[in-house]
């Protein structure tokens, strides 16, 4: 498996990290998991509940992003080594985003987003 796919794999499981962060704002803050609503629960967070919350859903989002940008870069026989270095940079960046989040360090979470996009771009750029 080559590095972009690794990562892949890691960036998919960093939604499912937050999730975990996110239930236990919910268990912390409204005394449950409400499993019937979720998220009707979900909307009551505040604070770093709520963060962790939108850092799950941003996470998720950005997520397709990445996949078609590996897919297409390995499909068009992109530069393995520039694949895997923008590919190594969007997860690293996907991290820090979801630790700004968390910190509620917004500036840096808008800067590592940002980086993160700009990986998915370079991906299909050296596609072409």
């Known amino acids: 498996m080559t590095t ?5 794999l890691v960036a998919s499981f960093i939604p499912f990290v937050l999730g975990f962060v996110s239930h236990y704002f919910r268990y912390k803050q409204l005394g449950s998991i ?8 979900q909307a009551q967070l505040t604070g770093a509940g709520a963060r962790a919350q939108a ?5 998720f ?3 397709p992003v990445f996949a078609a940008a590996v897919f297409v870069a390995h499909l068009a026989g992109a530069n393995a080594g ?4 923008l590919s190594v ?11 700004a989040y968390l910190a509620n360090i917004d500036l840096l979470r808008t800067l590592v987003f940002g980086v993160g996009l700009v990986c ?9």
């Not at 998915?120 to 072409?128: K, T």
């Open 4 to 8: 972009p796919f690794w990562c892949l």
């Open 34 to 41: 409400d499993n019937k609503y979720p998220r009707l629960q």
């Open 55 to 59: 850092a799950e859903e941003n996470a």
């Open 61 to 63: 989002e950005a997520l």
């Open 82 to 85: 520039t694949a895997a270095l």
């Open 89 to 99: 940079i969007f997860v690293a960046a996907r991290l820090l985003h979801a630790i």
């Open 120 to 128: 998915c771009i370079g991906l299909f750029v050296i596609s072409a």
